[in-house]
């Protein structure tokens, strides 16, 4: 794909960047570079210092609002647009996800879903090399959609891991299309859960006959014109399912003894068959996809092992932010006698996990600020130990003295608040486990 093919999109047109992280810049350095716009604008929360002086800076408390003049604007995801622009001005969205759906370089894999999208868009990539096929990895992963255009040629397949905020103003789709799953997440971005689930859903609204959809059977009936298939951890009459321990694609059995990983939870399996069904559909053989599964490593602060320290195993999930990944999490080892939940509070329901953790399959529960207060009042079982910790160094200095054989990290909440991301989050608590051992 050439830049130059965006030149007919950006003529004479005035656009706005909104927000200057990752996609921001990787925006500017096209909008440059085509050199084609009658006005470039960058616009950001945060007070801006703009090398060159043919930009016009837009910050401060109102920068959104004044945004909605331009002819283009450039969304770059977790921007929270909600309702502080009219719906002519959101018409006017143009984000690089759906840049890419709409120009369609090469064949796009898409993958979404409010867990395990980025294990299965990596697992999906990883079974696509080991079958050279020519590929990329691209999207929420990391790599914003365009940061590698121009070496998409007809021949290549991009998997795209694509959240929320990089779908909610699409109006392509791509050619084969994943919806895992949608639980409530993100609702401090939206207007409401629906709206949500609806920017997920856009995955495969604008699908076209000869496309492919693989969807958690839950969430069907889905939108667009693909053929669908539908997926379920459990399922008999699904396409592609997994009872937790074998594996079915298209009424095959994929047996326990030919799925060897290093992935944990049983969980996982469904991200598994899912990445498997899809890259046989594009083209892979399925032993070959097997041979390679042993030889895929976990993606960092998802169930990551970080250490055995006195004999206790330290267990990395920070990527959990809703109460269904902390129940996972749990469900995924033998045994856990301990479990740190909390972070920042969105207000999402905590009630099906004060459930799961009265049943007392964990003795000791380590509560965080904000989101660990409400948590805490709903854990009722006087069996398991409710301790209430200000940071994280208390959390896991408290888990050392109390854990017998394992230690998760499951927050079950968003970081922001209290660092910029999981990520952040994660690194922190896997420094702090490895000082215990010091």
Not at 163 to 172: G, I, P, T
Not at 255 to 272: A, E, F, S, V
Request: contains cysteine; hydrophobic residues 40%; proline residues 4%.
């Amino acid at each position: 794909m050439k830049i130059s093919e965006l030149k007919p999109i950006f003529e004479n047109k005035r656009a706005v960047i909104l927000g200057f992280g990752r996609e921001g810049k990787v925006w500017l350095d096209i909008l440059k570079r085509l050199d084609v716009c009658a006005e470039i604008a960058v616009a950001d929360m945060n007070p801006l210092e703009l090398e060159d002086n043919r930009l016009t800076p837009i910050s401060g408390e109102h920068y959104l609002e004044e945004c909605a003049d331009y002819d283009i604007i450039l969304q770059s995801p977790g921007v929270i647009v909600k309702n502080r622009l009219p719906k002519e001005a959101k018409d006017k969205i143009l984000s690089q996800t759906e840049t890419l759906l709409m120009l369609s370089p090469c064949r796009i894999i898409g993958v979404t879903g409010t867990k395990g999208k980025s294990t299965t868009s990596s697992l999906i990539y990883h079974f696509l090399q080991a079958n050279k096929i020519p590929s990329m990895l691209i999207g929420n992963i990391g790599v914003p959609p365009l940061q590698r255009a121009e070496e998409m040629t007809s021949d290549m397949t991009a998997v795209c891991e694509m959240s929320c905020h990089q779908l909610e103003f699409v109006k392509h789709s791509p050619n084969i299309a994943v919806l895992l799953n949608i639980f409530p997440e993100h609702l401090d971005h939206y207007e409401s859960f629906d709206a949500y689930a609806n920017a997920k859903r856009n995955i495969t609204r604008f699908q076209k006959s000869g496309d492919t959809a693989f969807v958690n059977a839950e969430l069907l009936p889905a939108d667009g014109a693909g053929e669908m298939y539908a997926c379920a951890f459990g399922g008999e009459k699904c396409d592609v399912w997994t009872d937790g321990s074998s594996i079915f694609l298209f009424g095959e059995e994929i047996t326990p003894d030919r799925l060897h990983t290093g992935l944990c939870g049983k969980h996982n399996l469904y991200n598994i068959a899912i990445a498997l069904a899809v890259s046989v559909k594009a083209g892979c053989d399925l032993d070959k996809c097997l041979d390679a599964l042993a030889d895929f490593k976990g993606l960092e602060h998802r169930l990551e092992r970080v250490a055995v320290i006195n004999g206790v195993e330290y267990i990395n999930d920070s990527i959990s932010t809703v109460p269904e990944a902390a129940i996972a999490a749990v469900n995924a080892f033998d045994s856990a006698d301990c479990l740190i939940l909390g972070g920042m509070d969105r207000g999402i329901s905590y009630d099906i996990l004060g459930e799961f953790l009265n049943t007392g399959v964990v003795e000791n529960v380590i509560l965080l600020p904000d989101s660990g207060k409400r948590i805490g009042k709903l854990i009722t079982n006087r069996a398991v130990s409710v301790i209430h910790a200000d940071n994280m160094e208390k959390a896991v200095s408290l888990a050392a003295k109390l854990a017998k054989q394992r230690v998760i990290l499951s927050p079950a909440s968003a970081s922001y608040g209290f660092y910029r991301n999981f990520e952040e989050r994660g690194r922190h608590f896997k420094e702090l486990v490895l000082k215990l051992a010091e």
